[in-house]
């Protein structure tokens, strides 16, 4: 006879009909993910041939702020066509700014096709976390978590190879066009086992927040643009805008009911506030990576296929995190809460004092600097799932899509600002002025002195409301 716990174990999840639906779960994220490695990697070789350097980074930018809309509105395209007809709109999309990309003869062009992409990976993204509470039963919802977070740290290894191999055959049109055929096996798979009609309770008619996610969207942009910038004014500017447009959607997140996020995820008096904090908390942290590779080129004299793959350590220990403790019981995920905050704490400390060290490219420094980045990770990933079962478990009745949408929401938004900050950091501890090693020392130091608040803002979260029923 099987039993509650076999049935929730690794085994259960990964065979029979969980285990194709666990296929389009993870290779959706996968795909997702894959490509904004992969197109990051190649993006010097299109430059070369398409030209358009002074768009370089509207790549991302722009990509990042069309997943933040196709995240939001995932909720309603879901709600209104069900499971296997969203997934299939998704990735349709996905697939038609992929073909762009590929075709394309300038870089406007493909800052089309990267929008359009964007906006069609922000959905799967939603999607594949949204799908774990309707096609899973609750036991399954932790380990589904991480097997689809987990899919980020094998992109952060596949996306740099693939994009390495074609970007070094001078082929980079084909790195978009070998995406092509897996989307179209994903969408078949999808079609077989995923169900039609949508079983949640939520009303099907749900308006879009036009309004809040042009301001949403207004926000990340005004940082990010302004971080691009050398200027400490224009940069502080950018980030006094941004900071008023979150502020003013709280107030109208406040007085409306057609919300971007769930009831109490504002407030630190609510359960939802406490959970919400830490997972913004997390993915903040989790994006100083940006900066590894620089750091490493410049003050370690790193090759950067050598450093790339090194700055993937973060993500890697995040996917290590997320498998490894899977399991944990509920009644323990505190005290994980408390070594997630400590092991980063110490983390972030040991790189602010190796990073700015030259010696810290070879011999053991040099592999404590790796175990570092990936402790990292795996402080985030321990309690990542634990996290997100929480929100979805604790979500009040007919908000339980919005919960779900929410958490990619967070995610994104988080991501955007975490890397348009470190931006706004590196540049006041001069990595451009005075720039070269001694600006890239400055700012490492910096970069990762100041980010040791991160972890000790979640342990003094936890600390403050250890004695409160929110871990339940």
Not at 14 to 23: F, P, T, V
Not at 149 to 167: D, E, K, Q
Not at 336 to 352: D, N, P, R, Y
Not at 448 to 462: D, M, S, T
Request: proline residues 3%; positive net charge; contains cysteine.
């Amino acid at each position: 006879m099987t039993t509650s716990q076999d049935t929730a174990s690794w085994k259960a999840l990964l065979s029979g009909q969980n285990g194709i639906k666990s296929i389009v779960l993870a290779g959706g994220t996968a795909l997702h993910a894959t490509n904004i490695y992969l197109s990051t990697t190649i993006l010097p070789s299109v430059i070369e041939e398409i030209g358009g350097l002074s768009f370089y980074a509207w790549n991302t930018t722009l990509f990042m702020v069309a997943s933040i809309i196709g995240s939001v509105l995932s909720r309603k395209i879901l709600s209104k066509n069900g499971a296997k007809a969203s997934f299939r709109i998704a990735f349709l999309i996905f697939g038609l700014g992929t073909l762009i990309c590929g075709l394309a003869p300038s870089m406007l062009v493909m800052l089309l096709g990267r929008t359009i992409q964007g906006f069609g990976g922000g959905i799967i993204f939603a999607l594949a976390y949204a799908m774990i509470r309707l096609i899973f039963e609750e036991r399954f919802w932790p380990k589904a978590f991480s097997l689809v977070s987990g899919m980020w740290g094998i992109a952060t290894l596949l996306g740099p190879l693939l994009g390495g191999i074609f970007a070094e055959m001078n082929a980079w049109r084909y790195a978009f066009f070998c995406l092509l055929p897996l989307l179209f096996i994903f969408i078949f798979i999808g079609e077989r086992t995923l169900p039609t009609k949508n079983n949640s309770e939520e009303a099907t008619i749900i308006q879009t927040p036009w309004l809040k996610i042009g301001m949403i969207t207004s926000a990340v942009l005004a940082i990010a643009i302004s971080s691009l910038s050398q200027d400490i004014a224009y940069n502080a500017f950018g980030l006094v805008i941004s900071l008023s447009l979150f502020g003013l959607l709280y107030f109208l997140e406040k007085k409306t009911t057609n919300r971007l996020m769930p009831t109490g995820a504002y407030s630190l008096k609510n359960a939802a506030g406490f959970y919400y904090s830490i997972i913004s908390l997390l993915v903040i942290s989790s994006s100083l990576e940006v900066f590894i590779p620089y750091f490493l080129q410049t003050i370690q004299l790193i090759n950067p296929f050598k450093a790339g793959f090194i700055a993937a350590f973060m993500a890697v220990g995040w996917t290590l995190g997320s498998l490894g403790f899977s399991s944990v019981s509920k009644e323990k995920i505190k005290t994980l809460l408390f070594i997630s905050g400590i092991l980063m704490t110490v983390s972030f400390i040991g790189l602010a004092l190796l990073f700015p060290n030259p010696a810290a490219g070879s011999g053991k420094l040099f592999y404590l600097l790796c175990l570092l980045i990936i402790c990292i990770g795996i402080g985030i990933g321990m309690v990542w799932p634990h996290l997100l079962t929480m929100v979805l478990s604790n979500a009040k009745a007919g908000e339980e899509e919005l919960a779900t949408t929410s958490i990619t929401t967070t995610q994104l938004v988080m991501t955007s600002l975490g890397s348009a900050l470190c931006g706004l950091i590196v540049n006041f501890f001069g990595i451009s002025n005075p720039g070269g090693i001694i600006g890239a020392t400055s700012a490492a130091q910096g970069l990762f002195g100041l980010a040791i608040i991160l972890p000790v803002l979640i342990l003094c979260i936890v600390l403050i409301f250890f004695k409160k029923n929110y871990i339940k």
